[in-house]
């Protein structure tokens, strides 16, 4: 068994950009030596009708390229996103509780200054007094909710 993510969005190209610079990924090239993955597509059957314009004329998707982690499908949807996500990712940057608080809170800091240049929002910090914990909430370009821990 192999695990994909797919996230539903309004603009793949959008979201393969960012999520790359965030998660260290690469889109994902088309199978076969084929030029776009709309080529791949329609060699494989699926009726030009059903593709809808722009389709796979460029990469949507995203792919760790270590091959250790889950691709990741950018699902182009006619509606917005309209509520909290039920499921969201958490990017583990600071190194867990057996680095200084100091040290994760950098780490995270980082992260986030990168991924807001990126085209993320800052929704909240999390970092309770005496909690010896610090993340960062997030939305990505579409308003998908992320944590930067």
Same mark, same amino acid.
């Given at each position: ?32 030596? =084929?030029?776009?993955?709309?080529? =791949? ?46 499921? =969201? ?49 997030? =939305? ?10």
């Amino acid at each position: 068994m192999t695990l994909q993510l797919t996230i539903d969005c309004a603009d793949p190209r959008r979201l393969v950009a960012f999520w790359s610079e965030a998660l260290g990924y690469v889109p994902e090239p088309p199978p076969g030596g =084929h030029a776009t993955w709309r080529d =791949h597509w329609v060699d494989m059957g699926v009726p030009e009708e059903e593709l809808g314009p722009g389709a796979g004329d460029t990469p949507e998707s995203i792919v760790d390229p270590t091959g250790r982690g889950p691709r990741v499908w950018f699902q182009q949807v006619p509606e917005p996103k309209v509520v909290k996500n039920r499921v =969201h990712l958490d990017l583990k940057v600071g190194g867990g509780r057996d680095v200084p608080l100091a040290v994760r809170t950098q780490r995270v800091t980082t992260m986030v200054d990168r991924l807001t240049e990126a085209g993320a929002t800052v929704l909240r910090v999390m970092d309770e007094p005496g909690m010896e914990y610090y993340a960062v909430v997030l =939305h990505d370009p579409e308003g998908n909710e992320f944590c930067v821990v």
